[in-house]
């Protein structure tokens, strides 16, 4: 979490910069430093894991805090009114951010002495000191000494905390480097001594450490410290930075300065301390690491705490194919790979293939080793060789590791062997190892289990390596019956129970085991069983210490720093939630943990974090889009309940739900200092939480908004409210704000006003405005031009819309960092507005937005744009099939028409089409789009088939949608040269019947969506030459397109001699949506 907290500290930090146009650079490469050393892999032998963890969230919550702090105090020196009154609140802002980074900067410094060899580090790390101000404070701890006293209490104590917080330390720090970096920008102090102290901080938790799971518990509360300190420090910077934005007189705006320096200052203080403990720690433990490492047994921390019997049941036709790929085929040495998740069962199909009779007599010698997190090569050739013979041979442990790898290469040169190497983490340890392996060109076989996909990949010889399915319902219960039911007589009340606890254990084996070994324990009590029932997943996460968490808590503290905030995030999304990928992505953006580097983007960055945790086994992809970008991704229960474990115990992440109308009982006795909350209850009952993320998903509470200051994620997009909620004007530290308006029908509500004060939320980088799906078309969006000049805007995501007021003439740069749009009203596509930097276009409106400009259409000027969508509603049509359901009691489907139609009169917007014709859409010429654009899509625009022509001559369009009535006629010739370069292409809901086209005009085609084109009667037979096509997905067509496809697949297996992938799902009871 460190990692985290100083990422998103140096972004506040670079806000402030921008804004402010202050000398911050110091905090910020000090910051950078510390990130770099908190990012790299934690590794400890020995009792010190707890200890450096406390230390890491100690660094955390300094950087949170400090974060705070510069946000605040940035916003006032904007806020200054004199030269003098500025000069002060930048002082004030130095101070409080030399404190703050200085205590950082100490608890980093603690972390450095508690690792091998960086002792020398601890002491050559200098912070530089603020500017050259001569009302300069000395860097002096304030106020703090029984602070310290208690750590020293508790360092003495030895209290213990079982988390793992280092990473939570390093996103305190990066947060609170953020925020410092922030109020830089904002009110122009100079913080760059504190932003540097953080920094260096955060670069020495960046280095790799060397851990066990049975660390010493000082770091614990060093860590916890620094966890503390920072989102303290954070909050403070905000609070204090907004004082000095809104500061009515020149007295206030001094004020809030020097009150910004101070906690600064006090922060720096804290974590400078707080690391020097950390690092002597570290310079202690250097002395004993050795021995301890000789002395580290493999087998404690390799065998799974869970003992289960060795039974497998299901997966039977993956055992033949593994068993066939090891026991035939080439000559050469093959390593085969089994991926999964942990407790899916991979050592148990491993242990049945290294058993098989058959697999036995196929084998000269056989070798089986179990790795751990913190391999030791040592240990594992001393099992390689000891599984040989099936004992230990004394002689082996005389020997050093040269002769032990050379004995075991002699040992297995020229003999077919079989070699097992269960549960390996990383690919360096494969590196460590491979050599022993000899190629004799005997049909040698190893094969590995590991949950991370990368490792697999990397060890596999050449072959993609199995992933471990979860077991279906069948198998589930088949597995419980044979370890709780065999066993003794039950009635089959139990036996209907035990079927509902085997659906709800997700089809993971572990968790099967843990449960029945639970209701083998229990005997024959109903009330019991069916409590079990009701809580499966709670029921297998209480079993800690020798069970189910204790296995797959491994993949959790085996992940990078960087990836553990991202992991626990997924805490905050409800149980069975379905996640969407690009909502999950911009969470992580508004909240500071991605660390972008120049030469990628924050999607880039955030893609590669999401496939980490997929490939680690932590995260479940749920469905991929036409192109095969993941759309949307879920959690195994039993994996939340880890998740959610985690997240409480580092106050990361806290549910609030009432029951019965109850307050909930806090989960955490910090919970003031809790940073993120899911609701579904009224905040008034929690007017001291200090939270900086909330998404909740009932009630109505905006006025209570007013308590939470500080916040920076507001997700509401569960709630519906009828007006834009002005509370939220308040919360000027938002980087991400998502509502849902829906006005009431009972109230004739017709035009939903976004005032033009939003542009004071001047850090919000995405902003997205719903409507309710039903209704979109009924009430339009009336926004100020203001949104036009946010500066730090990335996402804007709109429904239907129209602005205010909005001068066309002149061109000016706006929205420099806009690079998503979605809802931009046609009205406004006449080149006038550039957005520089923009990737991703989404146009929607009615019929009479897409003709009401003469201009339409100019792309050339969104040089940067690779993805363009067009979408034409059919208003008149989707309100009046809306009202005739929703219409209340009084009110006619005519009357809410006469009356959205004056409105919209009265304010110059466009009326409803008096007519039954059906608007459509004119192309621009191919030289009007962007020469980028990669992707194109369309959607109830009417075009011409003959249209697409212009399509076809984009240089670089490799994805084409075309859907809902896109381009009409019952017939698609396609001419010229087609689509040379397209990839993909998608036919959804179109009144086509025949489609004529060669292979020439779509030569690189690889993959073909056709879904509900009803008319169609068949795929063009040519495409049996394109020798590019991979895939063809038909869905809801008529039987002859399926079979066309089907025909076009043998053809090419025939002719070429390759495979093509097809899909065909029918639609029994086919039904015509489309309206004429």
Partial sequence: MAYAAINSLMSIIFRSVKSTGLNLQKYYKKLESMRAIVEKPLKVIGDDLEVLTSLEAKIAALAYRTGDIVGSESRKVL?????ISRRIAIWKL???????VGRIDSTVKQWIGMLNNEHLEAQNLTLASTSDSALEPENKMVGLENEFEMIQDQLASHISESEIKRGMAYAAITCLMSTVHESMQVTGCNLQSFYEKLESSRTIMEKPRKTTADPREELTSLEAEIIEVACNTEDMVDSESRKILFAETADE???????????LEQAAECVDSTMKQWMAIWDRYNNTRDQEIQNFSLVDISQHALEMENMMVGHENEFEIIQDQIARGARELEVVSIVGMGGIGKTTLA?????????????????KATLSQEHCVRNVLLRLLSSTRGKTDECYEEQDDGQLADRLQKLLKGKRYLVVIDDIWTTEAWDDIKLCFPDCNNGGRILLTTRNVEVAEYASSGKPPYHMRLMNFDESWNLLHKKVFEKEYFSPEFEKIGKRIASKCGGLPLAIAVIAGLLSKMGKALDEWQSVAENVSSVVSTNIDVQCMTVLALSYHHLPHHLKPCFLYFAIFPEDELIFVDKLMELWASEGFLKVGEMKSIEEVAKKCLKELIDRSLICIHNLSFDGEIESCWMHDVIRELCLREARNMNFVNVLRAKNGQTPRLQSTHFSSISRVRISVHLARYPDIEVRSIICFSGNWFSELLHFKLVRVLDLTLMRCDRFPSEILDLIHLRYLALTLSPSLCHMQTLIDIPPQICSLCHLETFILSGDWRRGWLYPLILPSEILVMPQLRLLRLDWNYFVYLEPTEKSLVLKNLQYLYGWNPWYCNGSLLFPNLKKLQIRGIGEDFSSCKELYDFRCLDQLEELEFCLAYRNVDAACFLETVTPSGATSQDLLRRLKFSMESTSLPLLPTDDALPHLLLPPPDAFPQRLKKLAFSGTCLQWMDLSIVGKLPKLEVLKLENDACIGDEWEVVDEGFPYLKLLLLERLKIRYWRASCDHFPCLERLFLERCLGLDSIPQDFTDITTLALINVSSCAESVGNSAKQIQQ???DNYG????????????AKNIYFS
């Fill in 1058 to 1069: 390759t495979s093509v992938e097809v899909t065909i799902v029918r639609h029994v009871k």
């Fill in 94 to 100: 130095h101070f409080k951010m030399k404190r703050a």
């Fill in 79 to 83: 806020a200054a009114k004199s030269p």
């Fill in 253 to 263: 705006r001094i004020n809030a300065f020097w009150e910004l320096f101070f906690i």
């Fill in 351 to 367: 242990n049945r293939i290294y058993c098989d009779p058959f697999i036995v007599s196929r084998f000269d010698i056989r070798a």
């Fill in 1051 to 1053: 053809d090419i297996q």
